[in-house]
């Protein structure tokens, strides 16, 4: 069974950094798309960064300059590296996979909260 399991949340300062980890347990055929999405309170979840199959990444416009997302060579591991964060980046991170054709596969992380205050 694969299971996605994040760390690295926490309560910061405004300015500080934060990084983010999610490890895949499980086997997970043809990843295609790895990536941070964040919901706050009384909002829809978006997308905050993304990294292909290829590499190529994409970012939110809100964290752009500020957050960088990375993985492993073997494709196990995501990273979200937070820098300069704001109050207004106080939400649940989660950390998304998605597999096969057509992305048919979905994975969810449980969500890490991240907490900034002014």
């Known amino acids: 069974q694969v299971q996605l399991v994040e760390s690295g949340g926490g309560l910061v300062q405004a300015g500080g950094s934060l990084r983010l980890s999610c490890v895949i347990s499980g086997s997970i055929f043809s990843i295609n798309l790895m990536g941070w999405y964040r919901q706050a309170p009384g909002k829809q979840r978006e997308l905050v960064a993304g990294?292909?199959?290829?590499?190529?990444?994409n970012y939110a416009d809100s964290v752009k300059g500020r957050f960088t997302i990375s993985r492993d060579n073997a494709k196990t591991t995501v990273y979200l590296q937070m820098n300069s964060l704001k109050p207004e980046d106080t939400a649940v991170y989660y950390c998304?996979?998605?597999?096969?054709?057509?992305?048919?596969?979905?994975?969810w992380g449980q969500g890490s909260q991240v907490s900034v205050s002014s």
């Open positions: 998304n996979v998605r597999a096969g054709v057509g992305n048919r596969d979905n994975f």
């Open positions: 990294i292909t199959r290829g590499g190529n990444t």
